[in-house]
């Protein structure tokens, strides 16, 4: 048999209320008044996401461009991440800025080992990236080949707006809690021996 035209169904809203009901949604309008609801893990992420502190690895101009992102003009403090910090053990995002040598390629996934979970990298300009122009044996040919990393800022330098965007991604991907496969796969690559 055909079901009643959709004008014709009951709506519930339409339906007598029982005094509890009544006095269910008066609580209930009560309680918005002074408190909200959410999901502990899109609240974590909310604060994640506005107080990354940043370790910057600076090491050739893009440390110099990087360090115009974080002064007044363009104001990392906007975003929560103005706590620079230089130990990586108070740090979780990792800002490589710079070409990287293989020598020095140790160094950064030491740094990178001793930083907190979850930890984020954020690799800046084309040395970084790629190794920019330096196609050379002793320059590290993009830094993902011995850390993960999550937003790559492309230019030579990028700009201070490249890299909030950056910075802008990498809270989005946050806050949406983005599978990182990347990170969760990472192996130190067995070339690279331990420094200590
Ligand atoms: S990408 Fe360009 S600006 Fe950045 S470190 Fe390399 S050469 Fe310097």
Same mark, same amino acid.
């Given at each position: 048999?055909?079901?009643?035209?959709?004008?014709?169904?009951?709506?519930?809203?339409?339906? @007598?209320?029982?005094?509890?009901?009544?006095?269910?949604?008066?609580?209930?309008?009560? $309680?918005?008044?002074?408190?909200?609801?959410?999901?502990?893990?899109?609240?974590?992420?909310?604060?994640?996401?506005?107080?990354?502190?940043?370790? @910057? /690895?600076?090491?050739?101009?893009?440390?110099?461009?990087?360090?115009?992102?974080?002064? @007044?003009? /363009?104001? =990392?403090?906007?975003?929560?991440?103005?706590?620079?910090?230089?130990?990586?053990?108070?740090?979780?995002? =990792?800002?490589?800025?710079?070409?990287?040598?293989?020598?020095?390629?140790?160094?950064?996934?030491?740094?990178?080992?001793?930083?907190?979970?979850?930890? /984020?990298? =954020? $690799?800046?300009?084309?040395?970084?990236?790629?190794?920019?122009?330096?196609?050379? /044996?002793?320059?590290?040919?993009?830094?993902?080949?011995?850390?993960?990393?999550?937003?790559?800022?492309?230019?030579? @330098?990028?700009?201070?707006?490249?890299?909030?965007?950056?910075?802008?991604?990498?809270?989005?991907?946050?806050?949406?809690?983005?599978?990182?496969?990347?990170?969760?796969?990472?192996?130190?690559?067995?070339?690279?021996?331990?420094?200590?």
């Amino acid at each position: 048999m055909a079901s009643a035209p959709l004008a014709q169904q009951a709506n519930p809203s339409s339906l @007598p209320q029982t005094a509890e009901d009544v006095r269910s949604k008066q609580l209930e309008d009560a $309680s918005r008044s002074f408190a909200f609801t959410s999901r502990l893990d899109a609240l974590v992420a909310w604060g994640r996401k506005n107080s990354l502190w940043p370790m @910057p /690895y600076g090491t050739a101009c893009c440390g110099i461009e990087l360090m115009s992102v974080v002064g @007044p003009k /363009y104001d =990392l403090a906007r975003f929560g991440a103005e706590v620079v910090r230089f130990s990586p053990r108070q740090a979780d995002l =990792l800002v490589v800025a710079g070409t990287i040598t293989e020598k020095m390629a140790p160094v950064l996934v030491h740094i990178y080992e001793q930083m907190l979970e979850p930890k /984020y990298v =954020l $690799s800046m300009g084309a040395c970084a990236s790629s190794g920019g122009f330096y196609r050379a /044996y002793h320059v590290l040919q993009g830094i993902e080949q011995v850390i993960p990393v999550d937003v790559f800022v492309p230019g030579c @330098p990028p700009t201070p707006e490249a890299v909030l965007d950056g910075v802008m991604s990498l809270q989005k991907m946050i806050a949406d809690g983005h599978p990182r496969p990347w990170t969760k796969q990472w192996q130190r690559p067995t070339w690279i021996k331990p420094i200590f």
